[in-house]
């Protein structure tokens, strides 16, 4: 991140960088998460109480947890890379 800042890249630029990418892993995690769920609700269903496999509000309910801590588990370490001096950074290496 350091030699993006060092060749002009903005906070800005830097920040969105890292959300997309850990959005990108984030969404297919939960995509994976939510197909494995489906296809093994004949399995998980024995152990439910009062609700179903396939509750739609609570698969939901889960993917949008899931994804709003993964995207604060990017956004942290992207403040962080955000507020490094280029030069500091670089001179570490």
Partial sequence: ???????GASPGNILRLITRQGF???????AIGIVASLALTRFSAAILFRISARDPLTLGGVAGLLIAVGLLACYI???R???VD???ALRDK
């Fill in 1 to 7: 991140m350091a030699i993006r800042v060092a060749l």
């Fill in 24 to 30: 990108a892993l984030v969404a297919s995690g939960v």
């Fill in 77 to 79: 370490p992207a403040r």
């Fill in 81 to 83: 890379a955000m507020s």
């Fill in 86 to 88: 280029p030069i500091t």
